[in-house]
């Protein structure tokens, strides 16, 4: 009877596990995604964004096009969520949610922010305010096709160095969001820049039309993913008493990640 009991034990807990391994990996005719938030600004001690949803416009077979929010898929999202961006650098990222849709494309992604957005700049709290033409959330162009049976990272890249704006005369701080996104399985540059006593240190890669900014973190490493194959120039931008500096012609490959000599900046004269 021993026997038996633990024979049967043993197949429950082995269809208990095949059942976890289907659950976690989409079919053959879905492709789930995982999406994902980064970037950080530096000027600031910290910049609070409130994240209140994203919606999603994945194109296939029999798919509805069209604009309305009907034809929008909501991810399932435990918010409103207050979120630092400044925590979101170095490879760091928050995950906003996952699911699995048909195998096609995804055409473009809508993050909405609630307008609890603020900045802390020392003990100075800042109040962000978010222009009204903004609440029907961020449309972000993202057309990445995506094959069943596969998980792909979806990356949303928040460019707080740009998203930031300061209004004329009246004291206002706006915050006007620069959004990116892109498979995380593209290409990128990844480095890493020192001495720690420069930071912040301000990361500018351009080239082939594109201008990607973001700050190195904590141990001085810098990640710029979702660029184009091509050409590109990196620029260094430290705090005050050290030097800027510039890597050109730094090559970027289709499906790989390209990692430059580090970095080492001079004190200023």
């Known amino acids: 009877m021993k026997t038996i009991l633990a024979l049967f034990n043993l197949l429950l807990l082995a269809g208990l596990v095949s059942s ?68 979101l650098t170095g490879g760091n990222s928050l995950l906003i949610g996952s699911e699995d849709f048909p195998e096609g494309e995804i055409d473009q992604i809508r993050l909405i922010l609630g307008d609890n957005n603020y900045l802390m700049k020392g003990e100075q709290k800042i109040e962000l305010k978010t222009p009204s033409a903004q609440q029907s959330g961020l449309k972000i162009k993202v057309e990445e096709e995506i094959q069943g049976g596969q998980t792909y990272d979806l990356v949303i890249d928040f460019d707080a160095a740009k998203s930031i704006v300061n209004a004329g005369n009246s004291g206002n701080v706006i915050l006007k969001p620069v ?91």
């Open 20 to 87: 976890c391994d289907v659950n976690d990996e989409p079919n053959s005719s879905e492709a789930r995604v995982n999406f994902r938030l980064v970037d950080a600004p530096a000027d600031y001690d910290e910049v609070w964004i409130e994240v209140l949803a994203l919606r999603v416009k994945v194109d296939y077979d029999n798919s509805d096009m069209e604009e309305d929010d009907s034809t929008w898929e909501e991810i399932i999202y435990d918010g409103p969520r207050m979120v630092n961006l400044l925590d």
């Open 179 to 269: 959004l990116r996104a892109y498979l995380e399985i593209s290409q990128g540059i990844q480095g890493q820049v020192f001495p720690l006593e420069a930071q912040p240190i301000q990361v500018t890669v351009t080239g082939n039309g594109t201008e990607v900014n973001t700050f190195a973190d904590g141990t001085g490493k810098y990640s710029v993913m979702g660029l184009s194959p091509g050409t590109y120039t990196i620029t260094f931008t430290p705090k005050e008493g050290y030097k800027s500096q510039t890597l050109t012609n730094i090559i970027v490959e289709d499906d790989k990640v390209t990692n430059p000599n580090v970095v080492n900046l001079e004190p200023a004269s």
